[in-house]
């Protein structure tokens, strides 16, 4: 990404899982709160730090079951 915002977020995303349960608590709560339509995008180019990182992703979906979520990735 090359456009200086979008790294900005990017680098807030990463940031925040120094505190991955407030990262996680967070999340749930702007998708609940602040998103439209049924279907979440999680992050533009599969960026799953950790298997420990997947985890928390799928609590916060749970905490949503009304959504749908979709996790892009390329990594192998």
């Known amino acids: 990404m090359i456009l200086d915002n979008t790294q900005k977020g990017q680098w807030n995303n990463l940031l925040g899982l120094k505190n991955p349960h407030q990262y996680a608590a967070a999340l749930a709560f702007q998708i609940k709160h602040h998103s439209e339509g ?23 979906a749970r905490a949503n079951p009304e959504k749908y979520y979709w996790l892009a990735t390329r990594e192998h």
């Open 38 to 60: 049924d279907l979440v995008r999680l992050f533009g180019s599969g960026d799953i730090q950790s298997a420990h990182h997947f985890a928390l992703l799928a609590d916060v």
